[in-house]
Nanobody, 120 residues
Framework: QVQLVESGGGLVQPGGSLRLSCTASGSITYIYAMGWYRQAPGKQRDLVARITSGGSTNYSDPVKGRFTISRDNAKNTVYLQMNSLKPEDTAVYYC??????????????WGQGTPVTVSS
């Protein structure tokens, strides 16, 4: 099995910054892409940012220029640096990983989510 554990969410004022972390553990052979999604109350879960195993990144338009995704392959960890936060960034943020397990199965796994609230 594969587990993803997120951390770093919380309450921050508009214009502030937060850094989210997500570490994958378990029966992992290889991790392909990792990403961050978010879901605001009453809305669907949307992609925020994604990074491949080789380091290529893509971002949703609302966060371009403010958020940065990175990863440490040795630690099976992905990060999301969020700057210039806005109230509309308020959501539960979920980590996602495309994983090849030791029994040669490939699947996508989700973390439990970490809440981010941007408010004064």
């Amino acid at each position: 099995q594969v587990q993803l554990v997120e951390s770093g969410g919380g309450l921050v004022q508009p214009g502030g910054s937060l850094r989210l972390s997500c570490t994958a553990s378990g029966s992992i052979t290889y991790i392909y892409a990792m990403g961050w999604y978010r879901q605001a109350p009453g809305k669907q879960r949307d992609l925020v940012a994604r990074i491949t195993s080789g380091g290529s990144t893509n971002y949703s338009d609302p966060v371009k220029g403010r958020f940065t995704i990175s990863r440490d392959n040795a630690k099976n960890t992905v990060y999301l640096q969020m700057n210039s936060l806005k109230p509309e960034d308020t959501a539960v943020y979920y980590c996602n990983a495309d994983v090849l397990t030791v029994d040669a199965r490939r699947g996508r796994y989700w973390g439990q989510g970490t809440p981010v609230t941007v408010s004064s």
